[in-house]
């Protein structure tokens, strides 16, 4: 357990050290009609090819767009251009399509058939990534792959450890990579002891539709005759209706050194999994429908709050990165979209990430070990369900503590975090948005999952309010304008994507069955 009450800012620190931090985002959002039922028509070509370009893409199915911003070294800049992908997709959607703004999807078909599988091409790597989403489909469910989150990628500068390291005579025999993975594991599990705060602040999921309960054993009430409800969730998009399942909660997936991490992932890859293997491989007529029986078809399938990120070469696996050059990145993942902004996160949301995160890393950071992971589980799972009940108390190494006192603990010890920050980049963004934080916590009602809930109730519904604020972003991202530089880069980005497939397709030899056999 980590003695968070002992924080302070180290001695060396200075708000110099944040130069060469980077940080990017990952957006998902679905694609909806006006009539409640979600878009069947393909990607949009304009938009170019979803397999090669390096901004645009789709995630599970057809519908589910996910826009990805380069790393920028600013929160500012990264807001931008996630701001300018989403005004490519509205000048390239049809008029009536529109991007829903909710996490959770709104549903008028709880039929799997309605959600198409994202159709990446000809070429046996584009057939894969189908392959991959049909087996997750017939594992857990189409309906659970079309909630949409979104992932905030952060990493720091080599200054800033290289002066940690100077500072630790302990790890004078550690190679900087060494020294960095062992202090970015420890930024994550501090994030896992503290992804209930998180989801305090950030969730914005407190209410699903009916069709997307279909079939499902729940315990949440209704809202109105269109929207279900717990009325003091968080998120639900985090919790046992959402993006979980329970083959995954035996794993023990560890982060307490980098090889241990990896070991635990490529077990789960290679150890089949009996409700798995009694789906089969293939379809009746010989097609095959999941990549392997295995407990994951392959590493991404792993469902974390949090995870250690290296950029992978072609043909390398996310773990083949990490074991040969360490971790670059971590990615949060806990993250609603807020249904109030435009771009599905605020300014004041991304600050606060990157003070939380700097927090995590300079905490002491023991290993995180089954014990207390259990804990943490009880913890999310109450927060996720009771999060702005008053009386909500959570585990703390085994004593029952209030949930209030716990975050505004934690929020006091990061202020001096947030004043480096806003010394480094000017301003007062860190210190204004831990503020609100502050707020939050102390007034619950203030919580993006209260407002949503508010709104549900006074608009009529979830379908409701997610219709209004779907077509006030699209009317304000559709006033945005772009330079002719700006335009002519995006323009010949989709043109080349484009062409990148078509090159990939035609260079195709091997045929898909001989090509899946090997990779299983």
Request: charged fraction near 25%; glycine fraction near 6%.
């Given at each position: 357990?980590?003695?968070?009450?002992?924080?302070?800012?180290?001695?060396?620190?200075?708000?110099?050290?944040?130069?060469?931090?980077?940080?990017?985002?990952?957006?998902?959002?679905?694609?909806?009609?006006?009539?409640?039922?979600?878009?069947?028509?393909?990607?949009?070509?304009?938009?170019?090819?979803?397999?090669?370009?390096?901004?645009?893409?789709?995630?599970?199915?057809?519908?589910?767009l996910?826009?990805?911003?380069?790393?920028?070294?600013?929160?500012?800049?990264?807001?931008?251009?996630?701001?300018?992908?989403?005004?490519?997709?509205?000048?390239?959607?049809?008029?009536e399509?529109?991007?829903?703004?909710?996490?959770?999807?709104?549903?008028?078909s709880?039929?799997?058939?309605?959600?198409?599988?994202?159709?990446?091409?000809?070429?046996?790597?584009?057939?894969?990534?189908?392959?991959?989403?049909?087996?997750?489909?017939v594992?857990?469910?189409?309906?659970?792959?079309?909630?949409?989150?979104?992932?905030?990628?952060?990493?720091?500068?080599?200054?800033?450890?290289?002066?940690?390291?100077?500072?630790?005579?302990?790890?004078?025999?550690?190679?900087?990579?060494?020294?960095?993975?062992?202090?970015?594991?420890?930024?994550?599990?501090?994030?896992?002891?503290?992804?209930?705060?998180?989801?305090?602040?950030?969730?914005a999921?407190?209410?699903?539709?009916?069709?997307?309960?279909?079939?499902?054993?729940h315990?949440?009430?209704?809202?109105?005759?269109?929207?279900?409800?717990?009325?003091?969730?968080?998120?639900?998009?985090?919790?046992?209706?959402?993006?979980?399942?329970?083959?995954?909660?035996?794993l023990?997936?560890r982060?307490?050194?980098?090889?241990?991490?990896?070991?635990?992932?490529?077990?789960?890859?290679?150890?089949?999994?009996?409700?798995?293997?009694?789906?089969?491989?293939?379809?009746?007529?010989?097609?095959?429908?999941?990549?392997?029986?295995h407990?994951?078809?392959?590493?991404?399938?792993?469902?974390?709050?949090?995870?250690?990120?290296?950029?992978?070469?072609?043909?390398?696996?996310?773990?083949?990165?990490?074991?040969?050059?360490?971790?670059?990145?971590?990615?949060?993942?806990?993250?609603?979209?807020?249904?109030?902004?435009?771009?599905?996160?605020?300014?004041?949301?991304?600050?606060?990430?990157e003070?939380?995160?700097?927090?995590?890393?300079?905490?002491?950071?023991?290993?995180?070990?089954?014990?207390?992971?259990?804990?943490?589980?009880?913890?999310?799972?109450?927060?996720?369900?009771?999060?702005?009940?008053?009386?909500?108390?959570?585990?703390?190494?085994?004593?029952?503590?209030?949930?209030?006192?716990?975050?505004?603990?934690?929020?006091?010890?990061?202020?001096?975090?947030?004043?480096?920050?806003?010394?480094?980049?000017?301003?007062?963004?860190?210190?204004?948005?831990?503020?609100?934080?502050?707020?939050?916590?102390?007034?619950?009602?203030?919580?993006?999952?209260?407002?949503?809930?508010?709104?549900?109730?006074?608009?009529?519904?979830?379908?409701?309010?997610?219709?209004?604020?779907?077509?006030?972003?699209?009317?304000?991202l559709?006033?945005?304008?772009?330079?002719?530089?700006?335009?002519?880069?995006?323009?010949?980005?989709?043109e080349?994507?484009?062409?990148?497939?078509?090159?990939?397709?035609?260079?195709?030899?091997?045929?898909?069955?001989?090509?899946?056999?090997?990779?299983?």
């Amino acid at each position: 357990m980590s003695d968070f009450s002992q924080f302070k800012t180290p001695d060396w620190m200075s708000s110099q050290h944040l130069t060469g931090m980077l940080r990017g985002i990952e957006k998902e959002g679905l694609r909806i009609k006006p009539d409640g039922y979600l878009s069947r028509a393909p990607h949009p070509e304009k938009l170019g090819s979803k397999l090669t370009h390096p901004f645009i893409t789709t995630d599970y199915s057809e519908n589910l767009l996910e826009l990805v911003t380069d790393p920028r070294s600013s929160p500012k800049d990264t807001l931008m251009v996630l701001r300018q992908l989403h005004v490519l997709v509205y000048r390239a959607l049809p008029e009536e399509e529109l991007m829903w703004p909710l996490s959770m999807p709104y549903m008028r078909s709880a039929e799997d058939e309605d959600i198409p599988l994202a159709d990446f091409g000809t070429s046996n790597t584009g057939k894969l990534k189908t392959l991959y989403r049909s087996g997750l489909g017939v594992r857990y469910g189409r309906r659970m792959q079309s909630i949409a989150g979104l992932h905030y990628n952060l990493s720091f500068g080599d200054g800033l450890f290289e002066s940690w390291q100077a500072q630790t005579p302990e790890a004078s025999d550690l190679t900087l990579t060494e020294f960095k993975n062992d202090k970015y594991l420890g930024l994550i599990r501090n994030f896992k002891r503290l992804t209930s705060l998180v989801l305090y602040l950030l969730g914005a999921s407190p209410n699903v539709s009916p069709c997307f309960l279909a079939g499902r054993e729940h315990d949440l009430i209704l809202q109105n005759d269109s929207t279900y409800y717990k009325p003091a969730a968080t998120s639900l998009r985090m919790g046992r209706l959402g993006y979980t399942n329970s083959v995954q909660e035996n794993l023990d997936i560890r982060y307490n050194n980098l090889p241990e991490y990896i070991v635990g992932l490529r077990r789960a890859i290679q150890t089949p999994h009996e409700s798995f293997q009694k789906l089969g491989l293939d379809d009746d007529d010989g097609n095959p429908i999941q990549i392997n029986d295995h407990i994951l078809q392959i590493e991404n399938e792993y469902y974390s709050p949090i995870r250690p990120k290296q950029i992978a070469d072609r043909g390398e696996t996310p773990t083949e990165a990490l074991e040969r050059r360490g971790i670059a990145y971590v990615e949060f993942r806990a993250i609603d979209l807020d249904p109030y902004s435009d771009i599905g996160i605020r300014l004041s949301s991304a600050c606060f990430l990157e003070i939380m995160a700097l927090y995590c890393l300079f905490n002491s950071s023991p290993d995180l070990l089954p014990a207390e992971d259990e804990e943490l589980a009880i913890n999310l799972e109450r927060v996720v369900n009771e999060g702005r009940r008053d009386d909500l108390h959570i585990i703390n190494d085994g004593k029952e503590i209030p949930l209030q006192s716990w975050m505004v603990e934690h929020l006091n010890n990061m202020l001096p975090l947030a004043a480096l920050f806003d010394a480094h980049y000017g301003g007062n963004d860190y210190r204004a948005a831990l503020a609100l934080m502050q707020g939050k916590a102390a007034q619950s009602e203030s919580t993006i999952s209260a407002q949503v809930n508010a709104d549900s109730e006074r608009l009529g519904g979830m379908w409701q309010l997610g219709l209004t604020l779907a077509q006030q972003h699209r009317g304000a991202l559709l006033q945005q304008a772009f330079s002719p530089n700006t335009q002519a880069k995006y323009e010949v980005l989709a043109e080349k994507s484009i062409l990148q497939q078509a090159e990939i397709e035609k260079a195709e030899t091997e045929d898909f069955m001989d090509f899946i056999q090997q990779y299983r």
